[in-house]
Structures are given as C-alpha cells and as structure tokens.
C-alpha cells in the first residue's frame, strides 16, 4: 500500500501562488500516474488534474478550472510530486489531496491532504 | 454544485443495509463501467472502496458492494458497524475532455 504525504499549504492571497509538494512510498513511483484532488470547505472532492509516468510521455492534463494556472510536475528521482498554483482566487481555498492512480481511471492510494487558504 | 449527484446523508443502526445513490449522465455513469467510490473518515486519507463499478480492492470488506444500472451506480454497505461512519464519494471516468467527476459526497451516521 502507498503511503503519500502532502506538504506546502498555507495562507495566500489572492492573486498569489504557491506550490505543493506530494512525497511518495511504497510503490513504484516511476511507473505510477499521479493526480491531484481538491475539496473545498463544505463540498464534494474536484478532480484537479493529473501526471502521466515518464513512459507514457509524462504529459499532465488538467480540470478546465484550473487550466493555464495551476502546473503539475514530478521528480521520479526523489519520488516526489509538485502543484504549482499561480493567480490564485478565493474559489481555489481547499484541501489538497494527492493521489496515486490504480488500473483504470480510479485512485488506489491517497495523502491526508494540505489547507491552502486563498484570503485577503 | 457537483457534476454527481449523491444524497447528503443516509443513516442506519447497526447491522443493517444502507445504500447510497450516485447519479451522473449520459456522458460519464452512463457511458464507462469506470465508477468508484471512496471512504473518508475527518482528518485521515480518502480510501479507495470500490471501482470498475463492482470490484473491491484486497483488504476491503465484502460488506461493501457496488452496482450500475443507467446512468446512477450505487455502493450498499451491509451489517452497518460503528466504523462505518464517515462521508463516502462517488467518482466516474467523463472521457478526454473532463475526466473525473465527484459526487458532492454522503454523509453515513450509524445511530
């Protein structure tokens, strides 16, 4: 089982940005595709966006939401992944999950998440 | 408001059967066989319960089960126990444009 950890959250304001970072264990962080998913206060989980393993091109596709702003990366050499966060809004205040894809388009392995807090 | 659509709550006693409805459209339930359901219990990480609709991940309860039918899925948990209680998400696969889409989640309280 896959152990991911979240770290980077914190207050910003609007407008600004931030990045996340996500470590991972417990599996085979080269081969895995990685994706980011965020809850805000009170609502649902929103998919965010996702990384594909190197081997398959390593591209990353995003939710409309959040296209052109925000910019997922991975280290495969230090097992780690990254969400850059730029032009930051209100509507962005949320949890951030980071999550390691099983099979078939579903999430085998989850972190707890980080606050990131967008506010004046 | 989320692309599916969940009860916010459901609740039970113990030992029996809840079912939580999970209902998207066309374009995402209704068109892949890729829904999956997740357990979050506050302050610790989501944990996968089911996916491809049906299928459990080792380790998981058979108490868990999912079904489709259309364009909604369901997840039944039965013998309800106390550690049951938590919020549980739906997620489908939506193609190549959206992805993913969530439920706004479920509620399950255990009276």
């Known amino acids: 089982e896959g152990q991911l950890v979240e770290s980077g959250g914190g207050l910003v304001m609007p407008g600004g940005s931030l990045r996340l970072s996500c470590g991972a264990s417990g599996f085979d962080f080269n081969y895995a595709w990685m994706a980011w998913v965020r809850q805000a206060p009170g609502k649902g989980l929103e998919w965010v966006g996702r990384i594909k393993r190197r081997s398959d091109g390593g591209t990353a596709d995003y939710a409309a939401a959040v296209k052109g702003r925000f910019t997922i990366s991975r280290d495969d050499s230090r097992n780690m992944l990254y969400l850059q966060m730029d032009s930051l809004k209100a509507d962005d205040t949320a949890l951030y999950f980071c999550a390691h894809y099983g099979g078939r388009e579903y999430f085998r392995d989850w972190g707890q998440g980080t606050l990131v807090i967008v506010s004046s | ?111």
């Open chain 2, 1 to 111: 408001q989320s692309a599916l659509t969940q009860p916010a709550s459901v609740s039970g006693s113990p030992g029996q059967s809840i079912t939580i409805s999970c209902t998207g459209t066309s374009s995402d339930v209704g068109s892949y066989d890729l829904v999956s359901w997740y357990q979050h219990h506050p302050d610790r990480a989501p944990k996968l319960i089911l996916y491809e609709n049906t299928k459990r991940p080792s380790g998981v309860s058979s108490r868990f089960s999912g079904s489709k039918s259309g364009n909604t899925a369901s997840l039944t948990i039965s013998g309800l126990q106390a550690d049951d209680e938590a919020d549980y998400h739906c997620c489908s696969y939506a193609g190549s444009d959206t992805y993913h889409v969530f439920g706004g989640g479920t509620k399950v309280t255990v009276l």
